[in-house]
């Protein structure tokens, strides 16, 4: 195209990738500057977190030709930040991550719109996280991690005999680094693994036990613990630590000074304070760009289909020498986030107990003493008898009505599992479908957990 | 290219609480996890549980133990239970809200039991945590002090930890410290 053939600068090496047919690509991919352009125009990508991860992921996935771009991060900018999260100057601390980083990328990358929200994950609706086509994870917490995974699983929908629709879901892509190690990994809902399907994966927070920690500790992590667990609450009674409020963190440490003292024990620092409190290990600047990039490049080859994507974990490791690996995990078929769950298709006045014996007889659940729960509330609990009780009344109500008339929504059983004359404990998820209500037909069906 | 954009205004809509319910809320797996430990609890008669924010919040709740042997007998002690969304991942924050003499458990209610923090085991659930705080109780340990003191009193003089017990559960001062009685 003359255009492109004019303008030899910005686009080049994308055009490579966009405009020419290949061997490797998704069966999908259609090059020409129409997918340029849609994928200028119309993508829009959320980049979660603008930390060290996230300031990275803004910048490439802006020189990558995207030009609608969302950053959401709750945090302001510190002065130890400042080493590797390169888009901020000593004058932006205090200032939000998100709305510095958002000004800074659009100041060097021509034509990019980036817009910032400068609050918490959950503070955004089911809407607001709809909206993106694609939705790119820089964070260094799991349970941000396993929050915006649920949104995502949530929008993926199945059709009646439990396959996903392809259409329905939202890719994401999720680096992580700790040190000289990181990964990055491919998750599109339904297809493969979900977040909750392998959190196995995260190592737990090593926690030193508190006996230790009061009586004897050995090195500087045992004194900071000390005074982030046992010094802070005999001072300061019931006031909770905030691990975000400087003031707090900067008690703690000259605690654990005076801790390590008494002990003569070296070490203890303000940055090891930070991330023994908050269980981080230090960023490197080099590992938190190549994930980076290769998270950055996973979100390309989803959108476009330029090539096959990364199937579907990445590890990276640069300790000694340099090792990379991809492995292939597999899906948790009964996953609670992504999983299709059972369906289940009822009349309008089925009673929850009615439901709860019908459980007992289907044959893809055979559950017996279900307690239900449904959108966070309980519906009946078999036990302890204090809820028993409580929610004993709901047993003669249709569950239609219990679910505020919704005709097809999700609840989640747990009780006896009888399989193959085994007694089990199990935890389903339901797809309850109402008949004869207007408007719904077997085939659409939302997921999500 | 991705089969994006036809379905994303369908989710937007029903994303939107079209038909002007409450938002959802979001149940994470943790809590759903969750469901399932507090549906199957097995408690022993000594250990109830209740639900100070109603029937539904389970992320909170608290346990009493109510020994029927050993030093702490006729004793009541309140346990806070406060579960992260990523649990079983991570184990509960548990804290004694009676102030207690006790040599795992210091004055400020945190409590050294070691499948709480080091020994913590996905596998492992409520039901394992209320026995273990249940055997606290019955079986004190000196070997892993929290209060230091308590702890070299039951060491040394087991007599005199057991009159400091019962002082201290009546509802009064072992050494400065004053107790609340909990019997
Ligand atoms: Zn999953």
């Given at each position: 195209m003359a255009e492109a053939a004019s303008t030899p600068s910005k686009s080049r090496d994308l055009d490579k990738l966009l405009l020419r047919p290949g061997?490797?690509?998704?069966?999908n991919f259609e090059p020409g500057t129409e997918l340029r352009l849609a994928l200028q125009e119309q993508v829009k990508v959320l980049v979660v977190g603008a930390g060290g991860l996230g300031c990275e992921l803004l910048k490439d996935l802006a020189l990558s030709g995207f030009k609608n771009l969302e950053v959401i991060d709750m945090d302001r900018i510190e002065v130890t930040n400042l080493n590797r999260q390169f888009l901020f100057r000593l004058e932006d601390v205090g200032k939000p991550k998100a709305e510095v980083a958002a000004k800074r990328v659009m100041e060097r990358v021509k034509g990019v719109n980036i817009v910032p929200h400068f609050c918490r994950i959950e503070e955004k609706d089911n809407e607001f996280y709809s909206d993106f086509h694609i939705i790119a994870l820089g964070l260094d917490s799991i349970e941000a991690r396993s929050y915006i995974n649920a949104v995502a699983c949530s929008f993926l929908e199945y059709d009646s005999d439990d396959n996903p629709r392809e259409e329905t879901a939202t890719p994401m892509v999720d680096g992580g680094t700790e040190g000289f190690k990181g990964h990055a990994r491919v998750i599109k809902p339904g297809f493969t693994p979900c977040f909750e399907c392998t959190i196995w994966l995260f190592p737990p927070q090593v926690k030193f036990p508190l006996c230790t920690l009061a009586e004897t500790p050995r090195n500087a992590p045992h004194c900071i613990e000390y005074a982030h667990l046992i010094k802070w609450n005999e001072v300061h009674g019931g006031k909770a630590f905030d691990p975000d409020n400087s003031d707090h963190m900067k008690w703690v440490y000259d605690e654990a000074v005076k801790r390590a003292e008494l002990f003569g024990i070296p070490g203890v620092t303000y940055s090891l304070t930070q991330g023994v409190v908050k269980n981080i290990i230090p960023a490197i600047a080099s590992t938190n760009a190549i994930i980076s990039a290769a998270c950055a490049l996973e979100t390309l080859k989803i959108v476009s289909g330029c090539s096959k994507t990364l199937s579907n974990y990445l590890t990276y490791n640069g300790v000694e020498g340099l090792h990379t690996k991809v492995t292939e995990f597999v899906r948790d078929k009964d996953c609670l986030v992504c999983g299709p769950g059972v369906l289940v298709e009822l009349d309008t006045t089925v009673t929850l107990q009615k439901f709860i014996d019908m459980l007992e007889e289907h044959p893809k659940l055979l559950m017996s003493k279900a307690s239900i729960r449904y959108r966070g509330k309980n519906?009946?609990?078999?036990?302890?008898p204090v809820l028993e009780e409580m929610t004993r009344s709901n047993l003669s109500l249709p569950l239609y009505d219990l679910m505020d008339k919704v005709p097809k929504d999700i609840l989640h059983a747990t009780g006896t599992i009888n399989k193959d004359n085994k007694k089990s404990s199990g935890l389903r998820k339901l797809r309850v479908v109402f008949k004869g209500i207007d408007g719904v037909t077997d085939m659409d069906m939302a997921g999500g957990a | 290219m991705i089969k994006l954009f036809k379905v994303k205004e369908k989710q937007r809509e029903n994303a939107g609480n079209a038909d002007g319910r409450a938002p959802v809320k979001k149940q994470s797996a943790g809590e759903l996890r969750l469901h399932r430990d507090i549906s199957e609890l097995n408690l022993p008669k000594t250990c109830s549980i209740s639900f100070p924010n109603g029937k539904d919040d389970l992320m909170n709740f608290e346990v009493t133990v109510r020994p029927d042997?050993?030093?702490?007998?006729g004793g009541t002690f309140i346990f806070s239970f406060q579960v992260s969304p990523v649990y079983p991942h991570e184990p509960p924050k548990v804290k004694c809200k009676t102030k207690v003499y006790h040599p795992n458990i210091d004055l400020e209610g945190n409590v050294c039991l070691n499948i709480l923090r080091e020994d913590w085991k996905p596998v492992l659930n409520i039901n394992t945590i209320i026995y273990g705080l249940f055997h606290l109780f019955t079986q004190p340990n000196h070997e892993d002090p929290l209060n230091h003191d308590a702890a070299a009193v039951l060491r040394d003089n087991p007599k005199l930890f057991e009159s400091n017990v019962r002082r201290a559960m009546a509802g009064g001062y072992v050494g400065q410290t004053l107790f609340t009685r909990c019997m």
């Open positions: 061997n490797l690509v998704d069966p519906l009946y609990m078999q036990a302890p | 042997e050993g030093y702490y007998l």
